[in-house]
C-alpha cells in the first residue's frame, strides 16, 4: 500500500519535472491552478515592487521551464546578456563605441534565434546552392553531453525553443530603446528580468515594447472593481475563442483536409482554407484575450494586439490590425532603419536581390528567371522614364523587404517566405490600384479574366480556373461600381464599395495562408517539400471539376462546423462600439452575477473540448 510520503514525493516529483507531451497551457486545469497560487502569493506584496518583480521574474522562469524544459537555460541567457549590454553601451560616450555594442548585441540576439529556428532552412539553402550535404549538429546537446558524460540528449535534431522569436525581439526592443535613448537601461537584474520573461505573455506574445513596459514595473499595484470585470471578460473570451473556435473547426474538418486534400471535394478545400482564417485568429486572438486578462488581474497592462482585423479594406490594412505588436516591431525597427517612405537604402536592394536570386537557382525553372528579370526590367525602366515614381517604388521595395523577412520569421520554410512576398505585392498592388479610375480598374481587370479565360481553354490548369473565377468576380463587382459611378450612386453605395472590399481582402489574405498554414506544424527537415505538395494539391482541388450537388450534403454533414464558422464572422464583424458595449456591460455586473456567468460560460466552452487539448499555433514561432 502506498503511504503518504510517497505520495507527496510523487506530486513534487510531478511537480517540478518537465513533461514535453503536457506543456503548461491556458487551456488546462493545471495553468488555472498554478495561476491561483501565484496570485494567492502575489497579493501578500504586490505593492513591494522590487520582491514582487522578483518573485513574477521566478515564477516566470519556472512557467516556461514547465513549456520548454531545459530550453529555460536560453531565456536565462538572453536576460543576462542584454542586461548587461545594455548597462555597457549606456556607459559608452563615444558614438562609435555605443554602435558596436549595440551591433553585437543584435548579432548575439539574432545568431541564437537563427541557430535554434533556421539552422534547418539555411542548411537546406547551402547544400542546394553548393552540392553539399551538411547537417544539422546541435553544439548544445553535444555541450550537455560532454558535461554529463553521457548520451542524454541527441546531438542530431535541433528543437525549436517555444517562444524563441517572441522574447528574442522583446530583448532586441530594449537594447534598441536604451540605445535610441527613450529609456534608462534597468538597473535591477530581476526587473528586467521580469520584463523579459512575464510568463502571460511569454510564449505567443503580444511583443511587449521597453518603453511602453518597463515604466509599469514601478507602478504600484491597482486593480479596481471595473478593470476586475474586463479582465474577466478577456479570459473568458479567449478561451472561447480558443476552445470553442479554433480547436474544434480544426480537429472535427480543418486538419483533417490540409493532413490529405486529395481525399476532399475542392469545395471542402475551399471551405477549410477560409476556415483556417477564422481558427488562427480565434487561436491566436485568443491567446492574447487571455495574456492581457491574466496580466490585468496583476496590475499589468499588455497592448492590443488585435482590432477585428477581417474588417481590413485593404492588405495594408489588415496589417495594421492584425498582429498589431509584431508590426509596428518590424515597421520601427525593419521598415524604418531601411528607409522607410523615404528612400531605399543599400539594404533595402541587397536583401531583395539576395532573396530573388536564391529562389529562382533553387526553382531551376526558367519561367521563374523570367519573372523576376520581367519584374526588374519594368521597375528600373519606370524610376528612368518616370522619375517622379521613384519615391513609390523604393517605399513599396522596403516594405517587401519587410514583408519577406516577416513572413520568414513565422517559419523556416519557403513558405512562409512566399506567403509574405504574397502579403507584400497585394500591398504594393492596392496601392497602384488605388490610383487608378473606376475605368482603368474595369478595364485591367478585364484583360486579365480574358487572358486567364484564354489560358484556361489552350492550357488547362487549376490555378488558372482557380484565378479566373475570382478575377471574374472582381471584373462583376467592378462592372457594377462603373454603371453605379455612370449614374451618378457614389455617395448612395459607399457602404456597399466598403462591404466589397473587405470581403476581397478577405479572401486574399485567406488565399495566402494556404502557404502559411502548409508550412505550419511540420518538421524543419521536411517543411519545404511536404508543405509544397500541399499547397499544391490544395490548388488542384480548389481548381479542378467541382460536383455542385455533393455542396449541401458536405454543409449537412459538416453542418456544427459550418454554423460555428458562419457565427464566427459575424461575432467577428460586429460594430466595434457594439463590442465595447457588451464588454463594458459584462464589467459591471454585480460580483455573484458574473461568478454563475463564469460557470455557465466555462460549462459550455467545455463541452466543445476535444480528447487533447491542442497547443496554440504560435507557440511554434
Same mark, same amino acid.
Given at each position: 500500500?502506498?503511504?503518504?510520503?510517497?505520495?507527496?514525493?510523487?506530486?513534487? =516529483?510531478?511537480?517540478?519535472?518537465?513533461?514535453?507531451?503536457?506543456?503548461?497551457?491556458?487551456?488546462?486545469?493545471?495553468?488555472?491552478?498554478?495561476?491561483?497560487?501565484?496570485?494567492?502569493?502575489?497579493?501578500?506584496?504586490?505593492?513591494?515592487?522590487?520582491?514582487?518583480?522578483?518573485?513574477?521574474?521566478?515564477?516566470?522562469?519556472?512557467? /516556461?521551464?514547465?513549456?520548454?524544459?531545459?530550453?529555460?537555460?536560453?531565456?536565462?541567457?538572453?536576460?543576462?546578456?542584454?542586461?548587461?549590454?545594455?548597462?555597457?553601451?549606456?556607459?559608452?560616450?563615444?558614438?562609435?563605441?555605443?554602435?558596436?555594442?549595440?551591433?553585437?548585441?543584435?548579432?548575439?540576439?539574432?545568431?541564437?534565434?537563427?541557430?535554434?529556428?533556421? +539552422? /534547418?532552412?539555411?542548411?537546406?539553402?547551402?547544400?542546394?546552392?553548393?552540392?553539399?550535404? %551538411?547537417?544539422?549538429?546541435?553544439?548544445?546537446?553535444?555541450? *550537455?553531453?560532454?558535461?554529463?558524460?553521457?548520451?542524454?540528449?541527441?546531438?542530431?535534431?535541433?528543437?525549436?525553443?517555444?517562444?524563441?522569436?517572441? /522574447?528574442?525581439? #522583446?530583448?532586441?526592443?530594449?537594447?534598441?530603446?536604451?540605445?535610441?535613448?527613450?529609456?534608462?537601461?534597468?538597473?535591477?537584474?530581476?526587473?528586467?528580468?521580469?520584463?523579459?520573461?512575464?510568463?502571460?505573455?511569454?510564449?505567443?506574445?503580444?511583443?511587449?515594447?521597453?518603453?511602453?513596459?518597463?515604466? #509599469?514595473?514601478?507602478?504600484?499595484?491597482?486593480?479596481?472593481?471595473?478593470?476586475?470585470?474586463?479582465?474577466?471578460?478577456?479570459?473568458?473570451?479567449?478561451?472561447?475563442?480558443?476552445?470553442?473556435?479554433?480547436?474544434?473547426?480544426?480537429?472535427?474538418?480543418?486538419?483533417? !483536409?490540409?493532413?490529405?486534400?486529395? $481525399?476532399?471535394?475542392?469545395?471542402?478545400?475551399?471551405?477549410?482554407?477560409?476556415?483556417?482564417?477564422?481558427?488562427?485568429?480565434?487561436?491566436?486572438?485568443?491567446?492574447?484575450?487571455?495574456?492581457?486578462?491574466? +496580466?490585468?488581474?496583476?496590475?499589468?497592462?499588455?497592448?492590443?494586439?488585435?482590432?477585428?482585423?477581417?474588417? +481590413?479594406?485593404?492588405?495594408?490594412?489588415?496589417?495594421?490590425?492584425?498582429?498589431?505588436?509584431?508590426? =509596428?516591431?518590424?515597421?520601427?525597427?525593419?521598415?524604418?532603419?531601411? &528607409?522607410?517612405?523615404?528612400?531605399?537604402?543599400?539594404?533595402?536592394?541587397?536583401?531583395?536581390?539576395?532573396?530573388?536570386?536564391?529562389?529562382?537557382?533553387?526553382?531551376?525553372?526558367? @519561367?521563374?528567371?523570367?519573372?523576376?528579370?520581367?519584374?526588374?526590367?519594368?521597375?528600373?525602366?519606370?524610376?528612368?522614364?518616370?522619375?517622379?515614381? =521613384?519615391?513609390?517604388?523604393?517605399?513599396?521595395?522596403?516594405?517587401?523587404?519587410?514583408?519577406?523577412? &516577416?513572413?520568414?520569421?513565422?517559419?523556416?520554410?519557403?513558405?512562409?517566405?512566399?506567403?509574405?512576398? $504574397?502579403?507584400?505585392? *497585394?500591398?504594393?498592388?492596392?496601392?497602384?490600384?488605388?490610383?487608378?479610375?473606376?475605368?482603368?480598374?474595369?478595364?485591367?481587370?478585364?484583360?486579365?479574366?480574358?487572358?486567364?479565360?484564354?489560358?484556361?481553354? /489552350? @492550357?488547362? #490548369?487549376?490555378?488558372?480556373?482557380?484565378?479566373? !473565377? @475570382?478575377?471574374?468576380?472582381?471584373?462583376?463587382?467592378?462592372?457594377? =461600381?462603373?454603371?453605379?459611378?455612370?449614374?451618378?450612386?457614389?455617395?448612395?453605395?459607399?457602404?456597399?464599395?466598403?462591404?466589397?472590399? !473587405?470581403?476581397?481582402?478577405?479572401?486574399?489574405?485567406?488565399?495566402?495562408?494556404?502557404?502559411?498554414?502548409?508550412?505550419?506544424?511540420?518538421?524543419?527537415?521536411?517543411?519545404?517539400?511536404?508543405?509544397?505538395?500541399?499547397?499544391?494539391?490544395?490548388?488542384?482541388?480548389?481548381?479542378?471539376?467541382?460536383?455542385?450537388?455533393?455542396?449541401?450534403?458536405?454543409?449537412?454533414?459538416?453542418?456544427?462546423?459550418?454554423?460555428?464558422?458562419?457565427?464566427?464572422?459575424?461575432?467577428?464583424?460586429?460594430?466595434?462600439?457594439?463590442?465595447?458595449?457588451?464588454?463594458? @456591460?459584462?464589467?459591471?455586473?454585480?460580483?455573484?452575477?458574473?461568478?454563475?456567468?463564469?460557470?455557465?460560460?466555462?460549462?459550455?466552452?467545455?463541452? %466543445?473540448?476535444?480528447?487533447?487539448?491542442?497547443?496554440?499555433?504560435? %507557440?511554434?514561432?
Amino acid at each position: 500500500m502506498t503511504n503518504l510520503p510517497e505520495i507527496a514525493l510523487d506530486f513534487l =516529483r510531478n511537480l517540478f519535472s518537465f513533461d514535453k507531451a503536457h506543456p503548461l497551457l491556458f487551456t488546462q486545469f493545471y495553468f488555472w491552478a498554478f495561476f491561483a497560487l501565484v496570485f494567492a502569493v502575489f497579493c501578500i506584496f504586490k505593492n513591494k515592487m522590487l520582491l514582487r518583480n522578483t518573485y513574477l521574474f521566478f515564477v516566470s522562469l519556472f512557467f /516556461y521551464y514547465k513549456t520548454s524544459g531545459l530550453f529555460v537555460l536560453i531565456l536565462v541567457f538572453i536576460t543576462l546578456y542584454n542586461f548587461l549590454a545594455a548597462k555597457w553601451m549606456h556607459s559608452r560616450k563615444k558614438d562609435w563605441s555605443r554602435n558596436g555594442v549595440l551591433a553585437l548585441s543584435v548579432i548575439v540576439n539574432l545568431s541564437l534565434l537563427c541557430y535554434f529556428k533556421y +539552422a /534547418y532552412f539555411l542548411t537546406d539553402v547551402v547544400n542546394s546552392l553548393f552540392g553539399l550535404d %551538411f547537417r544539422v549538429f546541435d553544439v548544445f546537446s553535444w555541450i *550537455g553531453n560532454e558535461i554529463t558524460k553521457s548520451n542524454t540528449f541527441s546531438v542530431d535534431d535541433i528543437l525549436l525553443p517555444v517562444g524563441i522569436s517572441f /522574447y528574442t525581439f #522583446q530583448a532586441i526592443s530594449y537594447i534598441m530603446d536604451v540605445y535610441r535613448k527613450r529609456i534608462e537601461p534597468v538597473s535591477n537584474i530581476f526587473d528586467f528580468g521580469f520584463y523579459v520573461s512575464f510568463f502571460p505573455q511569454l510564449v505567443a506574445g503580444p511583443i511587449v515594447r521597453a518603453n511602453e513596459f518597463i515604466p #509599469q514595473l514601478h507602478r504600484k499595484y491597482f486593480l479596481g472593481r471595473k478593470q476586475f470585470g474586463i479582465a474577466v471578460f478577456w479570459i473568458m473570451n479567449g478561451l472561447a475563442k480558443k476552445i470553442v473556435l479554433s480547436d474544434y473547426i480544426a480537429v472535427n474538418f480543418i486538419d483533417r !483536409v490540409f493532413a490529405n486534400p486529395l $481525399l476532399y471535394t475542392g469545395f471542402e478545400n475551399l471551405s477549410a482554407l477560409f476556415g483556417y482564417s477564422l481558427q488562427v485568429y480565434a487561436d491566436f486572438s485568443g491567446y492574447t484575450d487571455i495574456a492581457i486578462g491574466v +496580466a490585468m488581474l496583476m496590475g499589468f497592462y499588455l497592448p492590443k494586439n488585435f482590432n477585428s482585423p477581417y474588417k +481590413a479594406k485593404s492588405p495594408a490594412e489588415f496589417w495594421k490590425r492584425w498582429h498589431i505588436s509584431l508590426s =509596428r516591431w518590424l515597421q520601427d525597427y525593419l521598415y524604418i532603419p531601411l &528607409g522607410g517612405n523615404r528612400n531605399a537604402t543599400f539594404g533595402s536592394f541587397c536583401i531583395i536581390i539576395v532573396i530573388a536570386a536564391i529562389a529562382v537557382f533553387l526553382s531551376g525553372s526558367w @519561367w521563374v528567371a523570367v519573372g523576376v528579370g520581367v519584374v526588374a526590367l519594368i521597375l528600373v525602366l519606370v524610376v528612368v522614364f518616370k522619375p517622379e515614381k =521613384r519615391k513609390v517604388i523604393t517605399t513599396e521595395i522596403n516594405r517587401m523587404d519587410t514583408m519577406l523577412l &516577416g513572413g520568414l520569421w513565422h517559419g523556416a520554410s519557403w513558405n512562409f517566405m512566399i506567403w509574405g512576398g $504574397l502579403n507584400g505585392i *497585394g500591398m504594393a498592388f492596392h496601392r497602384f490600384w488605388a490610383d487608378w479610375t473606376v475605368y482603368g480598374r474595369t478595364l485591367f481587370i478585364l484583360a486579365v479574366t480574358f487572358a486567364l479565360r484564354v489560358l484556361c481553354v /489552350y @492550357w488547362p #490548369q487549376p490555378v488558372f480556373n482557380m484565378l479566373f !473565377v @475570382w478575377c471574374f468576380i472582381v471584373l462583376s463587382g467592378n462592372m457594377i =461600381r462603373l454603371l453605379y459611378n455612370l449614374f451618378g450612386g457614389q455617395k448612395a453605395w459607399r457602404w456597399l464599395q466598403d462591404v466589397w472590399a !473587405v470581403l476581397n481582402t478577405f479572401t486574399f489574405i485567406s488565399f495566402t495562408r494556404l502557404f502559411f498554414r502548409s508550412g505550419s506544424n511540420l518538421d524543419p527537415a521536411e517543411a519545404n517539400e511536404t508543405a509544397w505538395n500541399t499547397a499544391k494539391n490544395m490548388v488542384n482541388q480548389i481548381g479542378g471539376h467541382w460536383r455542385l450537388e455533393q455542396i449541401p450534403d458536405i454543409v449537412y454533414h459538416y453542418r456544427s462546423v459550418f454554423i460555428l464558422i458562419v457565427l464566427g464572422m459575424i461575432i467577428h464583424w460586429l460594430p466595434e462600439n457594439f463590442k465595447r458595449r457588451y464588454r463594458i @456591460w459584462f464589467a459591471k455586473m454585480p460580483l455573484l452575477l458574473m461568478v454563475l456567468a463564469c460557470v455557465l460560460i466555462v460549462f459550455v466552452i467545455y463541452q %466543445f473540448i476535444t480528447a487533447d487539448l491542442q497547443a496554440f499555433i504560435y %507557440f511554434q514561432f
